[in-house]
Each structure stands twice: as C-alpha cells, then as structure tokens.
C-alpha cells in the first residue's frame, strides 16, 4: 500500500458512492488513505465505491446518513471515528440538483428548502462539528467543499442551487479564517459542467453548448478532474493557501471577448 506522511490517514467523503465524489474517494484510497463514504440511499452504490476504494489500495468504511439531517451528524462521526480514528480530511460533496428546473418567479419552498439543507446547512453544521472534533484532537486537518461554477453564475431556473453554492463560497471563506488558527485549511473546489448522474438529464443541451465554445477546453468534465484537484490539497501541494478557490471548469469562469 502505497503511504506518505503528509496524505490524510482518514478521509471522510460525503456524497462518495456515485459520481464526483466517488472518484474523490478512489483517488485517495489510491494513496493509501482510509475513506468514510457517505452516502444518502444508493447502498449498492456505496458497497461499490468501498471496493474500487479498496482495489485501489485503501480502506473504506461506508456510513448512511442525509448531510443535511443534523440529527444524523453524531452518529455519522461516531461510526467513521470508530472505523478509522480521528478524521483528518473532510470533503463536503455530497449534493442535490432541484428535481425540477422552475423559473424563479414559479420556484416554492419545498425545493428552497431541501436545496438549501442539502447544499449548505449540513456542510456547514457538519464542518462545525468536525472541526471541533478536529481542534479537540490537535489534528491539523483539512475541509475541501465541492461548490460549483454556480456560485456565481445565475441560472434563473435554479435559483435555489445557485444561492445554496454561492453560501457554500462564503462558508469556505468563514471556516477558512476561522480555523487556520488551529492549523486547519479550507478550500473550495469549483467544478465546472461535469459528466455524472447530476448532469445526463440535460446531456444534449450541454454537448451542444460545449461544441459552440462554451469552455476554452472542449470537452465534459470528467469526476476524476475534481478528484485529481483534491488529492493536490490532501497531498499539502498548497501549504500556504486557505479559503482559496480552484476553479475545475475548463476555462468556464474566464472572460472572454
Ligand atoms: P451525483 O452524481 O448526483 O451524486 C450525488 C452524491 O451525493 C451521491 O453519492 C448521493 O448519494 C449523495 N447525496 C445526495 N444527497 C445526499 C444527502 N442528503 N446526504 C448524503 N449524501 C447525499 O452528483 P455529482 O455530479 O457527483 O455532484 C457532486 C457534487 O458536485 C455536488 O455537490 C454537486 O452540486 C457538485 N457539482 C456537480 C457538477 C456536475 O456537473 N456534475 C458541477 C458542479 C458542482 P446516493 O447515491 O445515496 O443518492
């Protein structure tokens, strides 16, 4: 099993059994480190994960629990500590899509609401919890959020994903001057138009967008982009950067003429 000192022994990855955060998971599991996978209702999904995680060379834990229930945080860190000790890296990925794209003026509370906890209540509440977990054990550990170019890009007909992104932007900034104290560092990962479950309903649009320029890159993004991103932060390649962004997009965020 491949192993270095400066690679988090424990990694914990919400959202782990499919897409991104599944590739985050087997990217780290490549490099020896033990991953929780977090997943919300695909168990398959995750059991899949934990052995692609192990094939790689890890090990893996897999732990059920909505990111965005509060009362299942405890437990979550409970089971993930047992598992492997004290959690050295947190990746905040999991996340949902509205299930309908409704124009702003049409958007109800019930997708505001489950968007929102979803995306950004849970991360935040469960960054607090593990960075206290963290501080109580002088671990100088790391958070990396999985945001999206969302944050700043409006789409009228997902308003709720947009603000749910755009506060994930400003929690990796709080955290990330909260904790650098402690020696905890925080960072946002902006992944761009990515090809997993998330995105395959709205497939043709987007490959249609990208042959007409949409990205400077031409081609889907791919979840072991974002994963390669990640293990540049577990791998401490950035040692003196916190709240810092890395767009993972393409070029998407540039400004063209
Ligand atoms: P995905 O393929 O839909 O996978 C979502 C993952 O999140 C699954 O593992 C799912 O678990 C988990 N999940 C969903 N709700 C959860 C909850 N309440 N509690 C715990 N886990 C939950 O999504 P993806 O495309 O990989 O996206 C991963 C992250 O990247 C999200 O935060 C998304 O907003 C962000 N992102 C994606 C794109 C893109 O183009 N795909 C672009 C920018 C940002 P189950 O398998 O159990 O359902």
Redesign the pocket.
Known sequence: MPESSVLPRHAMV?????????AIAVALGAQGVSVTI??????Q??NECAALVEQAGGRATTV??????LD?HGRLLDTAVSAFGAVELLV??????PKVRADILELGTESYDHVL???VR?PFFLTQRVARHMIELGTEGQVVN?????AYTASVNRAE?CIA?AGLSMMTSLFAARLAEHGICVYEV??????????SGVKEKYDTMIEQGLTPIKRW?R?ED?ASAVLAIAQRLLPFSTGEVLNVDGGFHLRRL
């Not at 977090?38 to 168990?43: K, M, Q, R």
């Not at 902006?190 to 995105?199: C, E, L, N, S, Y």
Request: no cysteine; proline share 4%.
């Open positions: 919400t959202g782990a059994s499919r897409g991104i955060g599944r977090i997943y919300n209702s695909n168990a999904a995750a059920q629990a909505d990111v965005g229930n299942d905040n990925n999991a996340g949902v899509a906890h979803t995306n849970g999985i945001s999206s170019i969302s994903y992104k902006r992944p761009g138009v990515i090809a997993t479950d998330m995105t993004g979840p974002i």
